[in-house]
C-alpha cells in the first residue's frame, strides 16, 4: 500500500494563508501528475490543482490567483500555497497521484483546512 504523507492543514482567518505539502515514498518511480483534491461536507470531491512532470498545471477557477501548486521530482513532494483564503475554502484536502505508465491513483489521507474568523 502506497502511502502518501500530508502536511500542514489547520485554522485560519479568512484572507490568511497555509501551505500544503504532500509526499510519495522517494523510491516511487514514474509519477505522472501529482496534485490535490478537496471535499467540503455535504459536497463531492473537487479538483484544486495539479501538475504534472512536465510542469503543466490546471487549477480550479476557484484556485486561479491565489493558490501556487509547485513540485520536486527528485523528491516525489508537491507543495499547494494557498493565498487569500476564503471561508468556501473550508474542506479536507487530499493529496493525489497518478502513476505516468500504469494510470494508477494513490489518495493520501486527507487533511482539514478550516476557514473561519
Known amino acids: 500500500q502506497v502511502q502518501l504523507v500530508e502536511s500542514g492543514g489547520g485554522l485560519v482567518q479568512p484572507g490568511g494563508s497555509l501551505r500544503l505539502s504532500c509526499a510519495a515514498p522517494e523510491e516511487m518511480f514514474s509519477i505522472g501528475v501529482m496534485g490535490w483534491y478537496r471535499q467540503a461536507p455535504g459536497k463531492q470531491r473537487e479538483l484544486v490543482a495539479t501538475i504534472t512532470t512536465g510542469g503543466t498545471i490546471n487549477y480550479a477557477d476557484s484556485a486561479k490567483g491565489r493558490f501556487t501548486i509547485s513540485r520536486d521530482i527528485a523528491k516525489n513532494t508537491a507543495l499547494l500555497q494557498m493565498d487569500s483564503l476564503k471561508p468556501g475554502d473550508t474542506a479536507v484536502y487530499y493529496c493525489?497521484?497518478?502513476?505516468?505508465?500504469?494510470?494508477?491513483?494513490?489518495w493520501g489521507q486527507g487533511t482539514q483546512v478550516t476557514i473561519s474568523s
Open positions: 493525489y497521484i497518478r502513476l505516468a505508465f500504469s494510470g494508477i491513483e494513490y
